[in-house]
């Protein structure tokens, strides 16, 4: 029985190691297959990978070109902030020279010191604004900024930015669920953008002299609004009002000195007559309120008479960078960036805004010229100098820049189709009325856009009709935009008027509509106030425009500045479909200064007190290099907002000094000479 037992005890053991050994070989085989399935998975991906590579698209290439500047921008601008505040000035003076004293510093050492309060009046697009309220995609945005600052919502939710800037089409107001608000305070337009100053320069400058919050004072609104309509939604006007009575009580009864920036001054302007009419339309301050509460109005880069840079934005959502951008990249603007097409949603957007409107070009073929005819019509370029830093004499135009041109220029012709019709004899130009064009509705039902404007109402045939007729003038242009726009100048018409008033004593001018347009209302009756138009001269500004009909008019917005015309020769008016006059880049030297230079000097139907007015223009100087930034003697329409000289004259007006003892004029333009050109009944 022992043995048996032996005998099976030797059988299990065996067994065992037969089983054990047959797991140890499972094991090693698996362990095997483990390794040729890693091994064929490698190959496998390897055999993949170059099938599966993903392609570099023209998106991928533009957002890695836009981090890369974005990335360098912010290192160098660390950097620059980092260090010590003498290096730049230690640099650029080793360059260029000594520096001059800021204004501040060198009003301050001749004892000029705080009497009047000043008024900042910002223009459109500089005033930061902020979400109070919005719809879903924009959690966790309220209070944030979404204009100015870093605009980072453009690039993270494009399309829910642009839902938020909007207006409603309707009513100019706010769309259901939405609150966008002014920013408050100096902070509101200190900076547009980190590094890009608007008003940062003047105010320190102020600050210098002893202004502080208690005697500086940001009037900040929401500048997409028609200007009525900032006192219907948020009461502005009256806040400004109060604000003002408030600082001219706080300062023993010193008079306010209002400083508007671009819009800002047709805003104020509107202002002027608002505060004086009676409730409810009005402030009810009454006819003296503006002679007893302002003693300076000294507006900066005022585009009185409108801007014709405003046509192309409205007519075709580009301007003449645009124009270049999108001839240099076909496509990228229409329809790559973000995978939207980008124009039609900015168009979209910006025809919401009514404050836009303020700034179609003013009075006309009286003022702005006609088929034949124009102010500045023998304008020819002139070429810059570099001055030094302590120079601010005037000096007159180059022998030659203007006398010597012997072809004109049709500048009347706001926007010519194709550069012949720009440059033909008026009885050469056969045009076909577009007026009574049947829009037949045939491209509105293409669903492959991505966002619908007006353009797609009218059809093939009304595009067509507008381009038959070949040119438009100031006058002219009103009405194609009421053909192509009709949604929106609705809007605007029961705002703006663009006229000439005939006896502004009718009481149809008493409409807030008219308030803001200075041939078709009377300046406050305050005889001891005082007018400065300020702005920069000597940089080419577009004036006129031509254009060509986009190959996609079936989707993409069917007119667009045809790049392709260009006189060729340096000094020459005409580059990128654009002709160019003096002006400060934006606003043309007739608009800012026509008013202070004519329709407003001495008593005048406009002007029945007599209020003085002055011109005051700065030479345009870009900067050495580029340690001196955007330069102290710039005369560019924002960058003059850190002209030394500029900044001087205007603390030397807010601490008490008059416009005689400025020295007057300075002028280096031919505005009086295109002024007496305008056949305009005073």
Known sequence: ??????????????????????????????????????????????????????????????????????????????????????????????????????????????????????????????????????????????RKRLWGGSFGEVYKRPLCWVEHMSLNNETGLDNSGIRVRPVSGLVAADYFAPGYFVWAV?????????????????????????????????????????????????????????????????????????????????????????????KAVMNIGGPFLGAPKAAPGIFSAEAKDIAAARAMAPGFLDNDLFRVQTLPHVMRMTRTWDSTMSMIPKGGDTIWGDLDWSPEESYVPRKRKQRDNDSQTAEGNDKGTLDSQKRVINYGRIISFGKDVAEAPSSEIERIDFKGAVKDNDVSNITSCDVWTEYHDMGTEGIKAVADYKVYTAGSFLD??????????????????????????????????????????????????????????????????????????????????????????EDCCLKDGVYSVDGDETVPVLSAGFMCAKGWRGKTRFNPSGIRTYNREYDHAPPANLLEGRGTQSGAHVDIMGNFALIEDIIRVAAGASGEELGGDQVYSDIFKWSEKINLPL
């Not at 949604?487 to 009481?507: C, E, T, V």
Request: charged share 25%.
């Open 480 to 569: 194609l935009l009421h053909f192509v726009a009709p949604k929106m100048m609705a809007r605007g018409g029961a705002h703006f008027s663009y006229g000439i008033a005939d006896n502004l004593d009718d009481s149809k001018y008493e409409h807030y509509k008219y308030w803001s347009n200075p041939l078709e209302t009377k300046l406050p009756n305050a005889p001891d106030m005082e007018i400065y138009s300020m702005y920069g001269v000597g940089i080419p500004t577009e004036r006129a425009y031509v254009y060509e009909l986009s190959p996609s008019a079936e989707c993409y917005i069917p007119f667009r500045i045809d790049t392709s015309a260009d006189c060729g020769k």
């Open 202 to 294: 003047l105010i320190t400058n102020l600050a210098r002299i002893g202004y502080e919050e208690k005697t500086m004072y940001m009037a900040s609104y929401d500048w997409r609004l028609a200007f009525q309509n900032t006192e219907v939604r948020d009461q502005t006007l009256s806040r400004i009002k109060s604000n003002i009575e408030l600082m001219v009580a706080t300062n023993g009864g010193q008079k306010a000195v209002i400083i508007p920036h671009s819009m800002g001054v047709l805003y104020f302007l509107h202002f002027m007559k608002w505060v004086e009419a009676p409730a409810p339309m009005g402030g009810g301050g009454g006819s003296d309120w503006c002679a007893k509460h302002i």
């Open 1 to 142: 029985m022992a043995l048996v037992r032996r005998k099976k005890g030797l059988e299990g053991e065996k067994a065992q190691l037969s089983d054990s050994k047959s797991d140890k070989e499972i094991e090693r085989t698996d362990g095997e297959d483990d390794k040729n399935s890693r091994k064929g998975k490698k190959a496998t991906k390897a055999k993949a990978k170059p099938e599966g590579k993903k392609k570099w698209s023209c998106v991928d290439s533009c957002c890695w070109f836009i981090g890369c500047i974005c990335t360098v921008w912010w290192i160098l601008l660390f950097l620059y902030n980092a260090m010590p505040a003498s290096i730049p000035q230690y640099v650029t003076e080793a360059i260029t020279g000594p520096w001059p004293d800021p204004p501040g510093v060198k009003l301050r050492k001749e004892g000029l010191s705080v009497k009047h309060p000043v008024v900042f009046v910002p223009g459109i697009v500089t005033g930061g604004l902020e979400l109070w309220e919005g719809h879903q995609c924009a959690e966790g945005l309220f």
